[in-house]
């Protein structure tokens, strides 16, 4: 929920947006803050967290953001495990640079929590400064071919076909390597029908140790949570795929 000063912030600026012109990156700024002021952090944790284990868990309408800036600018993600940190002097070894995409799942003070989606491996989630960042307007009703394909992330995969009756079949394998090999794997065989850009699978077994899985379809990204009970011990679907290329 919206907390009143922000709501009454958002809307007193959405009014004096048709008094006078502001500048372009003020603009976006204040799109982005006010169309995700919703997102909070898991209970539990530091509002200054944004790590990969929690950020698939802790929104219900992630956003796509193109990193903005001159050509080349880096826009370096922002450690939170020191004291002090997101902030000036908190910078990583990771790095965006214009025209690179992001999922975002919340802000807090300046920095958006953002994921970035590498061709290989899981990818880098942490702090981005907001002023880096133009929101892109997505659709929350997308067409049903939209989902289908095959979806990557890291090691796992999830495959999604017509069904019948406008319902979709999923299959899926995830895999958790430990040491030398051992390994457990994870196998998703389910049919689910959409309600606009969600699909949730298992939702109708009341078993909470039964597989249940959340998939956000964000363009070409799909946003995936489980409840870590759909494989073998540590395995879990979660993540941020990609569509593979045919």
Known sequence: MIRPKLFKFCAGWAAGLVLKVMRNITVSILVLICAISAFSQLDGNPPSWCRGGSFLHESEDYQIARINGD???????????????????????????????????????????????????????????????????????????????????????IAIKNGTGGSLTLTGNATWRGLGDNIHIGELDHKASPAGNILKLGEEDKDELECKVTLRLLGRYMVVSDNMKCGGANVTFSGVYLKAKK
């Open 71 to 157: 050509a080349k600018e880096k826009a370096f993600f922002l450690d939170d495990t020191r004291e002090g940190c997101p902030g000036k002097g908190c910078e990583s070894k990771s790095y965006v640079v214009p025209e690179d995409e992001v999922v975002i799942s919340r802000i807090w003070n300046d920095w958006a929590c953002a994921w970035y989606s590498a061709k290989k491996g899981a990818g880098t989630v942490g702090w981005l400064p907001i002023k880096r960042i133009d929101l892109i307007p997505g659709t929350l009703s997308p067409l049903q071919n939209e989902w289908l394909g095959n979806w990557k992330y890291a090691d796992n995969s």
